[in-house]
């Protein structure tokens, strides 16, 4: 037994002893009151009873009466009857309030004790993960028949007549890049890595836990920033220091499908990832300074008129740039996937495992698509405008290492440095040697756990008895022959494509990779690509140039053997015109493109763009066949109570990220997530609202009798509630700041003064340095912020208690609340004080936190 779990077990039985003895206590007090005729002695009696009920010396009830001018009163024969009726019938709630919190103190011991002891819960189909590691290992290998990239194209391209000067500044540029990576590693910069490694479930559970481990640990964080420096100082010797001579593989469920990741020790991670974020950091800084293409930033301005006309637009001129395609929106998205290794990946994630209310680069995307879309209808809309979305097919898996050593040299990095990534890309795979000519078979099954080859290797009869010595001697040299046999059967190959996962190096070659897509995209067709991660779309009124765009996009992909995804292509026009002309216009469109138009929609998560509506909407379609397959495993009978409800947590916070609440798509954008989630919660649980669903199986599975408040579900699990997500809460934070804006957009609020200037009826309004468009474009991507209640004085008391009981409970100093439980305890904090009479209605020293944070580690790792 561990000792965190010794701890709980302390905890857990003196919860139920405390159950006993309150509630034998309470009865006590009742039965010393049943007999007594006068009000003022069973007030008395409640009184000390109550007072009395302690736990370590501390009382476990505050706030009596006291009962000194009280009896004075009644001793000069003052008339008080209905004030103490009333003050008898508070102590006899409190009373009641205090057998409420003894029973649910054994209750919520027992609910933790549920889920602490399930082991090795599986809520996914093993077999699918497994094929999906093979396969993937498969391409990491080269398994499959990858066309044979051009390599000659990239030198074409860097050689271009407006580009050639600039990548040889780069080149002159980057000449310090090994000394950059090579600098003093801080403490500061290996905690940040460690806060991204902690907080990511991407993360094996092992160096999650050693993460949180090292930054509680002054020292140890000292000596890993020692070490980590001693490794840059010789470049030359930084590789995978393999223990095993070949790297493990973790498949896992992301979003909505398994990926394969690489697991290897903490050191080695951070190291790879400092590694990776001084290169990329530094690359960034190059790109952004001198390709002369639209990723550049430029610090353009203008004097901007005073327009006290249209008052609603005019707060947003102070910070206008010359055209809408110098917007500060695309410098922020530019190489953004660097952002994904520190702080976790809030910055690039969708956010599944968290709920944050921080705008991501994926939802500046759909914001940036949106305001475009807003934007244009407004200022043409006697125009067609043409929408793309474009996504590969297992991004990372893909790109070849001759492309990725090519385009290095092309840039400029040093040789050393070149070096140094060819060893991170070259991924060692065990494999099975007399295989190793059929590597294109499908059938083929690649050993990559180390505990499956120990098995094979000792299957061997060790338990025979009475066996003569020589006997024995000859099954050992038998043994060791076998085990030699073994060893030769299998080869390590390394990796030919891919980039590992997880991984900052991996991140800042990616983007790298992209970059040079877009400024071939940019240089054949003066279209802006809107990009994060391999997410990407165009959009534009001029048929020419989108064609062009394109066409730029599948040819490089395909010249450099990279595979888009077909299936999640996408295309959207709006035009003014009738279906007839616009069929001509699609046909003629069809005629610029060598390469079939897709017949899909443009897509962004759960949100689809429709043509009729002008808009995007709920991909009602595609997200209820996420919540069916979410149904299957979620109602499965062996899953523990809590670690169901973190379930439903993870994806429903994931479903509403999303569909992108925070970006101002429409009016009723809030509502209509809002109504879905609703229907998403009845969809799961057979038509029933997961809180109803979890109290009646609260009452049959612990045989909880009376009263259970629906508001303590939603209670975080450090605070005795079981944690359960409360979209509503949540998205009450976004509504009220849509407020303000719903009177900056153009065709939705009428009584919006019109200025003019707004009508181009041009192709280029991106690019018109008008200051009406761009502030109004500009409101359309200011970011929405999650906001916090307006509190009455009472609930600000109770905030405060909230904050200060959380610090008692967790050892450390907590001075604020977040947003959402702000919005939590104002709609249903009555209902908790109601019931218990207080906040604090658990024994803090009984929380079993350890039991608490390893669950949450747990449940974790169960979901993906």
């Known amino acids: 037994m561990s000792e965190n779990q010794f701890i709980a077990n302390i905890k857990k039985k003196e919860s139920s002893l405390q159950r006993i003895k309150l509630l034998d206590h309470y009865d006590k007090i009742l039965k010393r009151i049943k007999n007594e005729k006068s009000t003022m002695e069973r007030i008395r009696l409640l009184v000390g009873g109550l007072e009395s009920a302690t736990f370590a010396q501390v009382p476990l009830h505050k706030d009596l009466p006291n009962l000194k ?4 009163e009644v001793s000069i024969g003052s008339k008080i009857d209905k004030k103490l009726e009333k003050m008898e019938k508070d102590l006899l709630k409190k ?11 054994s209750f919520f011991s027992d609910l933790l004790e549920e889920w602490a002891s399930t082991e090795d819960l599986k809520i996914h189909n093993e077999e699918e993960r497994f094929n ?10 080269n398994v499959k028949e990858f066309k044979e990239p051009d390599l000659g194209f990239l030198e074409q391209l860097t050689k271009k007549k407006d580009l050639e000067k600039q990548f040889k500044t780069i080149k002159y540029s980057l000449l310090e890049l090994t000394s950059t990576i090579t600098q003093k590693v801080m403490q500061e910069e290996v905690k940040e890595h460690l806060n991204g490694i902690s907080s990511s479930y991407k993360h094996c559970l092992r160096n999650r836990k050693l993460a949180i481990k090292t930054l509680k640990d002054t020292v140890l964080l000292n000596e890993y920033a020692g070490a980590l420096t001693i490794s840059l100082e010789n470049l030359e010797s930084v590789d995978w220091n393999l223990e095993t001579s070949y790297l493990q593989t973790r498949t896992i469920w992301i979003k909505t499908k398994f990926r394969t990741y690489i697991d290897y020790g903490l050191y080695q991670t951070l190291l790879w990832n400092i590694i990776g974020e001084r290169i990329g950091y530094s690359l960034k800084k190059f790109l952004q300074t001198n390709l002369d293409h639209p990723l550049k930033n430029k610090e353009t301005s203008i ?7 249209n008052k609603y637009l005019s707060n947003f001129y102070s910070t206008c740039c010359a055209t809408i395609k110098d917007h500060p929106v695309y410098t922020e998205l530019f190489m953004g996937l660097l952002k994904s290794s520190l ?6 994630d969708y956010n599944m495992q968290s709920s944050s209310t921080k705008m991501t680069h994926f939802h500046r995307i759909i914001q940036l698509l949106s305001a475009k879309i807003t934007t244009n209808k407004e200022v043409n809309p006697d125009l067609n405008y043409y929408v793309f979305g474009i996504d590969f097919k297992n991004y990372f898996d893909q790109f070849d290492h001759q492309v990725v050593e090519k385009i290095l040299d092309l840039v400029g990095f040093p040789s050393d440095v070149i070096s140094l990534i060819n060893k991170f890309l070259k991924i060692p795979f065990k494999i099975p040697a007399n295989k190793l000519n059929d590597l294109n078979e499908k059938e083929i099954e690649i050993e990559v756990e180390v505990e499956q080859e120990k098995k094979k290797k000792e299957e061997k009869e060790e338990d025979k008895e009475k066996e003569v010595k020589k006997e024995k001697e000859k099954d050992k040299e038998k043994e060791k022959e076998k085990e030699k046999e073994t060893e030769e059967e299998f080869i390590i190959k390394k990796s030919l494509n891919g980039l590992p996962m997880n991984y900052t190096l991996s991140n800042t070659l990616s983007e790298l990779i992209m970059t040079l897509l877009e400024v071939y995209v940019y240089n054949e067709s003066e279209i802006r690509i809107i990009r994060c991660v ?4 165009i959009c534009s009124n001029n048929q020419t140039k989108i064609s062009k765009a394109y066409n730029a996009i599948q040819f490089f992909c395909e010249t450099l053997g990279m595979d888009l995804n077909l299936d999640k292509l996408g295309f959207n026009i709006f035009t003014p015109k009738t279906e007839k002309l616009k069929s001509d216009v699609v046909n003629n469109l069809k005629q610029l493109l060598n390469y079939p138009l897709p017949e899909n929609s443009v897509t962004w998560g759960y949100l689809i763009l429709s043509e009729e509506k002008g808009k995007f909407i709920i991909n009602s379609k595609k997200l209820f066949q996420s919540v069916d397959w979410l149904k299957e495993r979620i109602n499965k009978s062996n899953i523990p109570i809590i670690t169901k409800v973190n379930l439903f947590n993870i994806f429903i916070k994931y479903y509403i990220s999303l569909m992108a609440p925070m970006v101002r798509i429409s009016r009723d954008h809030l509502q209509n997530i809002g109504k879905i989630t609703i229907e998403i919660e009845k969809r799961l649980f057979n038509g029933n609202r997961f809180d109803t669903e979890l109290i009646q199986n609260i009452k049959k599975k612990f045989q909880f009798e009376g009263e259970f408040p ?3 579900l939603y209670f975080p699990i450090t605070a005795g509630g079981l944690g359960l997500w409360r979209s509503a809460s949540y998205l009450t934070g976004f509504d009220f700041k849509y407020t303000f804006l719903n009177c900056l957009l153009f065709s939705e609020n009428k009584s919006s003064p019109r200025e003019k200037d707004y009508i181009l009826n041009s192709e280029d309004w991106e690019f018109t340095a008008n200051t009406t468009i761009y502030a109004a474009h500009g409101a359309l991507l200011q970011e929405i912020e999650h906001a916090s209640p307006s509190l009455s004085s009472e609930q600000k008391i109770r905030v405060n208690d909230f904050i200060s009981r959380g610090s008692e409970v967790g050892g450390t100093r907590r001075v604020n609340l977040n947003n959402y439980y702000q919005w939590i305890i104002s709609f249903l904090g009555e209902d908790v004080i109601s019931h218990f009479g207080t906040f604090r209605f658990l024994i803090t020293q009984l929380v079993p936190m350890q039991i608490i944070i390893s669950g949450r580690l747990k449940d974790t790792e169960t979901t993906v």
């Open 343 to 348: 702080g976790s990946s809030s910055q690039t």
């Open 534 to 537: 391999d997410d990407m779309y």
């Open 710 to 712: 629906k508001a303590l």
């Open 303 to 309: 004097c901007i008129r005073n327009n006290s006309e």
């Open 69 to 72: 001018p009280i009896q004075f």
């Open 95 to 105: 009373l009641e309030q205090g057998k409420r919190r003894a029973v649910y103190a």
């Open 132 to 141: 999906c590691e093979q396969s993937a290992i498969k391409k990491l290998l």
